[in-house]
């Protein structure tokens, strides 16, 4: 029998706090305490989440990278819900502009 295969799905996020073996992660706002199954993180990393767990640190490339995805993601739904193509990307592009300026990275792209 075929299974069909599992995708994980990380979550980028800012460190702001560590206490022992769990942070504070900043998700644009909303902030969760998160595990931490990595060495070497302190405040301010840029990081990847999974399932509650810090499971890697992101260099500003990756963590810009990782938020593209997502505005392209949401540039789709703007689609679906019936903007046109221009429209959905620029109101994307701003949403996502405003989740990088709340992590203190001014990006316009």
């Known amino acids: 029998m075929l299974e069909a295969a599992s995708m994980c799905w990380g979550v980028p996020g800012k460190v702001i706090d560590i206490s022992g073996h769990t942070a504070i992660v900043d998700f644009g706002g909303v902030r969760k ?16 989440v999974h399932a509650g767990i810090v499971i890697g640190k992101l260099s500003l490339k990756d963590f810009l990278a990782n938020v593209a995805l997502y505005r392209d993601i949401l540039a789709q739904n703007f689609l679906d819900s019936g903007l046109n193509e221009t429209a959905a990307r620029e109101k994307a592009t701003d949403e996502t502009n405003k989740l990088l300026d709340s992590f203190g990275i001014h990006h316009k792209g």
């Open 33 to 48: 305490e998160v595990m931490i199954a990595i060495k070497k993180i302190s405040p301010n990393d840029l990081v990847m």
